[in-house]
């Protein structure tokens, strides 16, 4: 549980709206390497364990990723090797490789936490003022995914009971139990859609002038917090877009003249990825020091 | 005055033959507590149905339904969705949102109330139903009992009249029932809702009810105070009785039978052989009595009946006072009586054998390997996550009908599918007749050995027709159309279910379901039957065909094995009964004995005769020690 998730949720969207963007638009590899720590440790802190297993996945994405560029793109001066008939393995390929896995895998990483963090609900309370319905129907297609898929697993084990698991037998059973299978989900699906339909009406949806129920409020700790990952969100922005932080890669690689800009941009965007991190850390002293004088 | 009153109704769903609804009247006081019964399919959904505009059927109607004064097509609909509170029988396509609070608030976001009192309201709502620890929780971490007590929170959240709940216990087990029930009581007796319930858990609901209707083929047959409607069923032999609190059913059966001159008159002797050993007893005994002479006329009105006991504790008065004024020279059943084959001690008194063979010998079989035998087995769901089974040993002898009790998450579900391989324990061993189960082969193990009847039917059913479904199971056997069509017709008839073989699966009613689903798994020809709480919600009627047709079965050797929290059905049909606790098999006897040994978990009837009567379990236990 990450201390982070306990802000408004406008200010955990706004963060992650910000890091995801940010991290596809910098082709830089310092800030990269910046968005792919940031990524990395918020992932472990909202998955804990469970996490690892992601991560060694990625870690093997990024591998074959990286190492799949130069392959694909000879480009470069520096070549490491050579192989088939004479096709250059260069270094400028496979570090432009490493910062595109290294993109690839930290939107991932970011969604995981996204996921674990921005819940159904906290998207329909900030979407669903703007459409109502959308929202309700979001919330309730965002419930039916986890639903068929405990219903279709009890059928499965309903049905491996009476030997009609569908894992053994010849392909063609094999597929013949899976469109059963598909076929009673269906129609299960449909039957519980009535009832849901029912249960909607009786409780007067469809009404006008339907109103939501606030679960949030945002208090002057969001408002900071907010301001703060705007003004860190724009410097990385203009930085961005005044070209502060470009880079060359072939036909070699050239980071430029590390401007102010660059520099304060790195900066902001080093503390905007461990915002998340900080607060835990902060919150965890700020507990500490008041157990002790407890 | 009247909330609703429901005046001649008659509705036909279209191109129906006969009306659902046939010139229907009731009224519901305001804060009264209206118990709706009657058998399934004898359509008291279509009547709740009718008591809210939006969830009323297409059809023609004729009669009316007044709500408050008022024709209810003149409520408007936002008064109807505020006033007007209905809880269905299914916990889960009820709930609409992913979070209980949200569910609390969908209905007062629907009526466009403002943000304070929306919090207000749902604030007051989880304190009331204790629910505030779960409120952040998702929907799809909630048992089936705290779903369907959501249901009733986000109902009671618009603050609602009357609350109309169509069997919303169903899909309950007994714990969760009662505490669904209790919740339901209390918001009567405390804020004054009416309520309006039809339920087939009488036993839970007869005792605090001020009026009881019994529907029958869509009218009311009979409405009146719980006491009335008792006699009235037993009076005309319904087979509802079966349904009946045990306290009253025995009290029914004792006095009655006293008031028609048992034991002297020849005919009432000849009743007891049924009514001892029959398996469906409110049937078999109000058919017998009905035969011994003029009941309805006599013995109701003349004063010499004590008032009918509906709770356990007012049986215990009554049978107090009953053993107080006799000498009755058998106090006990002996503890083995039954499982031997035995005579049943009363009946052997009046020199009756037990005919029906409630229990039937097995002792005949004991060379032969056991059909189950489980030594020493643990197992859990996850490497991080605690053992389930904690060295589960338990032996099941071949043609027996052993029923497995205990509280949930015990692992008495996990046991059977154990047993059919689908998980693999880590430590221990599992041996079905006699060969390892890792040996059997999966064609050879579904093919005649093993078969699991899944708690819910309906995850069986994957055709329009149970037809087709029952051929899907026959798809890989090599037989001839014919021979195909013979055996569905077999199991059809088996299991009684030959009229619906045309019928969608989820059409059936609860009951029916159940035995479609029954034949099945049958049609695999296994020798040993697994069920998983096959009585769950199903009415009393049902039951008992269910516990005839796994008596023909057992006759016929097949082994049962049967996960149950229906401790009246276990007590009275099964051979043996174990108790699984905290992962382990606790014990396991005969259910005269492991009944006889508990005070809480055990029978009504046990309960009410504990201290009078020794190892009296069932309804005939009781009746037969004290009309000796």
């Known amino acids: ?294 | 005055m009247a909330l609703f009153s429901i005046e001649n109704l008659t509705f036909s769903y279209p191109g129906a033959a006969k009306p659902a609804l046939k010139d229907l009247s009731l009224d519901i006081p305001a804060g009264s507590y209206v118990v709706l019964c009657g058998r399934s399919g004898c359509g008291k959904t279509t009547l709740l149905r009718h008591l809210k505009s939006v969830l009323t059927p297409h059809g023609s109607t004729d009669g009316r339904v007044l709500f408050d004064g008022r024709p209810l097509g003149e409520v408007g609909a936002r008064e109807q969705a505020a006033r007007i509170g209905f809880v269905l029988q299914n916990p889960d396509a009820q709930i609409v949102t992913d979070k209980v609070w949200h569910e609390l608030a969908f209905g007062l976001e629907n009526l466009g109330c403002d943000p304070e009192t929306m919090r207000l309201r749902v604030a007051e709502m989880a304190s009331y139903f204790g629910i505030q620890h779960w409120f952040h929780r998702d929907v799809a971490q909630l048992s089936g009992g705290q779903k369907q007590l959501l249901n009733l929170a986000a109902v009671m959240a618009m603050q609602p009249d009357v609350l109309v709940l169509d069997e919303p216990t169903a899909q309950l087990d007994p714990i969760a029932a009662s505490d669904f029930l209790a919740t339901v009581l209390k918001i009567n007796r405390e804020l004054g809702t009416t309520v309006f319930i039809a339920e087939h858990r009488l036993e839970e609901v007869f005792p605090h009810a001020d009026v009881v209707a019994l529907m029958e083929e869509g009218a009311i047959a009979i409405a009146g105070s719980p006491r009335e409607v008792g006699e009235r069923l037993q009076e005309s032999h319904d087979p509802m009785v079966a349904a009946l609190p045990a306290p009253l059913r025995i009290w029914g059966a004792v006095e009655r039978r006293l008031v028609e001159g048992w034991p002297g008159d020849p005919s009432g002797v000849g009743l007891s052989d049924e009514s001892l050993g029959g398996g469906l007893s409110g049937e078999s005994l109000d058919a017998a009595s009905a035969s011994a002479g003029p009941v309805g006329v006599g013995p109701l009105g003349d004063g010499r009946l004590s008032t009918a006991p509906l709770t356990v504790r007012g049986g215990r008065t009554w049978l107090g006072d009953w053993c107080r004024g006799r000498q009755l020279p058998v106090r006990a059943i002996p503890e083995m009586a039954g499982e031997t084959g035995a005579m049943r001690p009363a009946a052997a008194e009046m020199g009756q054998s037990n005919a029906a063979g409630v229990i039937r010998p097995v002792a005949a079989k004991a060379n032969h390997p056991a059909a189950v035998e489980m030594k020493e087995v643990w197992f859990r769901y996850g490497r991080e996550l605690p053992d389930v089974l904690r060295g589960v040993t338990l032996s099941v002898p071949e043609g027996q009908f052993r029923v497995l009790l205990g509280g949930n998450g015990t692992g008495k579900s996990t046991v059977l599918r154990v047993l059919t391989g689908a998980l693999k324990p880590y430590r221990g061993s599992v041996s079905l007749f006699g060969s390892k189960l890792k040996n059997w082969r999966d064609d050879e193990l579904f093919r005649g050995c093993v078969a699991m009847l899944p708690q819910d039917p309906l995850s069986l059913f994957v055709t329009d027709s149970l037809k087709d479904d029952l051929a899907e199971m026959l798809s890989g056997a090599k037989l001839g159309p014919e021979q195909r069509c013979e055996r569905i017709e077999e199991v059809a008839q088996l299991c009684e279910v030959t009229g619906l073989l045309d019928d969608h699966p989820f059409d059936l009613s609860g009951g029916e379901q159940q035995r479609a689903a029954l034949a099945k798994v049958l049609l695999t020809e296994p020798r040993l039957l697994l069920l998983d709480e096959p009585t769950k919600g199903i009415d009393a009627v049902f039951k008992a065909q269910l516990a005839e047709l796994l008596r023909r079965l057992t006759d016929n050797g097949v082994t049962i094995l049967m996960v149950s929290h229906d401790v009246e059905f276990c007590a009275r049909y099964a051979d043996e009964a174990s108790l699984l606790f905290d992962g382990a098999v606790v014990s396991s006897n005969p259910p005269r004995r492991f009944f006889s040994q508990n005070s809480f978990y055990t029978t009504a009837a046990n309960r009410m005769s504990r201290g009078f009567f020794e190892n009296a379990i069932t309804d005939q236990d009781v009746i037969s020690l004290c009309l000796q």
């Not at chain 1, 982070?4 to 949720?9: L, R, V, W």
């Not at chain 1, 638009?25 to 804990?48: D, E, K, Q, Y």
């Not at chain 1, 060694?56 to 130069?70: C, Q």
């Not at chain 1, 986890?146 to 030997?163: E, Q």
């Open chain 1, 1 to 294: 549980m990450s201390s982070f998730e306990s802000f408004h949720p406008l200010v955990t969207f706004f963060f992650f709206a910000s890091v995801i963007v940010l991290g596809v638009c910098f082709l830089n590899p310092l800030f990269s390497a910046v968005g792919l720590l940031g990524a990395a440790l918020m992932h472990l802190r909202t998955r804990g364990k469970e996490g690892l297993r992601l991560l060694g996945g990625m870690a093997i994405a990024f591998v074959v990723l990286s190492l799949l560029n130069p392959l694909f793109n000879p480009a470069g001066d520096t070549v490491l090797f050579t192989y088939g008939p004479n096709r250059p393995f260069t270094l400028q390929s496979l570090v432009f490789g490493m910062v595109t896995a290294a993109m690839f895998v930290t939107v991932i990483l970011w969604f995981s936490s996204f996921n674990a963090i921005m819940t159904g609900e906290k998207i329909t309370y900030l979407f669903g003022r703007m459409a109502p319905s959308l929202s309700l129907t979001l919330t309730m297609v965002l419930r039916l995914v986890p639903t068929y898929r405990r219903k279709l697993r009890s059928i499965m084990d309903a049905r491996a009971g009476i030997g009609k698991s569908g894992a053994t037998g010849p392909l063609t059973s094999r597929v013949r139990n899976g469109g059963a299978l598909l076929s009673l989900l269906a129609t299960w699906a449909f039957e519980s859609a009535l009832v849901t339909a029912d249960s909607m009406r009786s409780r007067g949806f469809g009404l006008a002038g339907r109103t939501c129920f606030a679960a949030y409020r945002f208090t002057l700790r969001d408002g900071v917090l907010l301001a703060i990952e705007m003004l860190l969100t724009a410097l990385c922005a203009v930085a961005l877009m005044t070209g502060a932080t470009a880079v060359e890669y072939f036909p070699v690689i050239s980071l430029g003249c590390p401007t102010v800009l660059f520099w304060l941009a790195l900066l902001s965007y080093v503390s905007l990825v461990l915002i998340p991190t900080f607060i835990d850390c902060w919150e965890h002293i700020l507990w500490r020091f008041s157990l002790s004088r407890i």
